[in-house]
């Protein structure tokens, strides 16, 4: 209940440096963040899900299957180059999959190569930081991970649950005023009808005709 935001966020950490590793890990925490992290993309899929059909050591521990499906992930940020499968490997394996394209990828390098920071843009990835990674470059991740609360299945649904009710209300009061509103013109107007009656019935009585003022053409009245 007393978690802050931050702390509601999950990113998964992918480097198969443990001092890059523990460096990112760190730093992460110090943001507020749930972290995870593993030292390879195979390792990685198998968090999320999804498992490598020639994944090269079958003996190798991994999360069990089923608690992928407990823990939401935010955000995955991991390094570019990692023997196997490379961090642009990952990322477009992520975009690949329609269960998992909406998470937000972050693509870590210590080397500064245009060409391979423009391939993993184009391929999908938020953001590519050089080695070391800093706390500033931590701080540009919320805004990632925002995303994926904003797309939250059940916080749609209970949106558009609320945009869908407010119009029928919003009609609903709008009517009832109407309704009032008529009815109070009605009583205000039965008064005047009934004075303008009476005013007939009085002019009859003394034998005086109600429309003497109005000139008459062929037996017809004009209104002036």
């Known amino acids: ?40 993309g195979t390792k990685a899929l198998e968090f999320l899900g999804l498992h490598e059909d020639d994944q090269s050591n079958p003996e190798t521990p991994s999360v069990s299957p089923n608690n992928h499906q407990e823990v939401e992930v935010n955000l995955i940020i991991t390094d570019y180059c990692m023997p196997g499968m490379t961090g642009y490997d990952l990322l477009r394996k992520i975009k690949e999959s329609s269960s998992l394209r909406d998470i937000p990828v972050v693509i870590m390098s210590s ?22 990674v800093r706390l500033s470059d931590v701080n540009r991740l919320r805004p990632h991970m925002m995303k ?17 009710g407010k119009p029928e209300s919003r009609s609903q009061e709008e009517k009832e005023e109407q309704q009032q509103h008529h009815h109070q013109q009605q009583l205000h107007h039965l008064p005047q009808q009934q004075h303008s009656n009476s005013n007939k019935r009085k002019a009859l009585e003394e034998g005086l005709s109600p429309d003497r003022t109005r000139p008459r053409y062929s037996g017809l009245t004009t209104v002036v």
């Open 1 to 40: 209940m007393g978690m802050s935001t931050e702390s509601q966020f999950h990113v998964l950490a992918v480097d198969d440096s443990i001092i890059d590793r523990k460096l990112i890990e760190r730093l992460l925490k110090t943001s507020s963040y749930q972290v995870t992290t593993v030292d390879s």
């Open 111 to 132: 080397e500064n190569v245009p060409s391979r920071i423009s391939r993993c843009l184009e391929e999908g990835a938020e953001e590519f930081f050089l080695k070391p």
């Open 148 to 164: 994926t609360k904003l797309k939250d299945p059940k916080q749609e649904n209970e949106e558009n649950k609320e945009e869908s």
